[in-house]
């Protein structure tokens, strides 16, 4: 009875969506061809950029770009786009990637493992929205939203983030710690969703790396891989 009400409420809504489809176009239909096209591009045509954007490469090859916005007040967006991600691992590397991520707020050059989190929540920002990071197949992002009424935060956020890019510690303990936390956001990933992505995603990728490099990786090399695998996944050495 339930599966019927859901069905046929699903199918009102569809019908909804469709008349206001159909109504949309009619109307569209109705008005007159300006004979204004929008303009082509090429393929190979580069987008321009945001005159508004400031950027520039510094001496160690990052690149960086900077844009004021007024709202929110007081606030500032921080990024690191490490261009690599699950792509760049080796057969014995699956999911090192992803648990490397994990590893720059447990450990680095000037935090000790967990003062990345403590530091920035003593000044406002959480775990989640304001500090967080990601792991994709080409690409590895750390992000940071941090108050700037005063100066020394944004410099303690910028710290962070060269330690991200090459300052992480790797101690084998936090390692280890760390292993089950990845291996417990794989588990929390099963279900039906997952057995169907697995079916389709070595049909869309066929013959690509793509289908054999899902950034969660496999649990038995999460928690096996020699710390020295870590240390010589090649997102740490590429351009950020």
């Not at 990345?116 to 750390?142: K, Q």
Request: cysteine-free.
């Amino acid at each position: 009875m339930r599966i019927q009400t859901s069905f046929s409420r699903a199918a009102a809504i569809l019908l909804l969506v469709l008349l206001a489809l159909t109504s949309r176009q009619g109307l569209l239909a109705q008005q007159p061809d300006s004979g204004a096209r929008p303009p082509t591009l090429a393929g190979n045509t580069v987008l321009p950029l945001d005159p508004a954007v400031r950027t520039g490469t510094l001496s160690n090859g990052l690149k960086f770009y900077i844009r004021k916005n007024a709202r929110p007040e007081k606030r500032v967006s921080l990024r690191l786009a490490v261009k690599a991600g699950s792509l760049e691992e080796s057969d014995d590397q699956l999911g090192l990637a992803h648990l490397i991520e994990h590893m720059a707020f447990n450990g680095s050059e000037h935090f000790k493992s967990g003062e990345v989190f403590s530091y920035f929540e003593r000044v406002g920002a959480r775990l989640g929205p304001h500090v967080n990071a990601s792991t994709s197949f080409d690409e590895t992002i750390y992000m940071l939203e941090l108050p700037t009424d005063q100066g020394e935060v944004v410099a303690k956020g910028l710290t962070a983030l060269a330690d991200f890019a090459g300052g992480l510690t790797f101690d084998p303990k936090e390692v280890d710690k760390e292993r089950g936390v990845v291996i417990e956001e794989w588990r929390g990933g099963l279900g039906a969703g997952s057995r169907i992505r697995d079916k389709q995603i070595p049909i869309i990728f066929y013959n690509s790396r793509y289908a054999a490099r899902l950034p969660i990786g496999k649990p038995e090399i999460i928690r096996n891989a020699p710390v020295a695998r870590l240390r010589a996944w090649r997102g740490i050495a590429s351009d950020a």
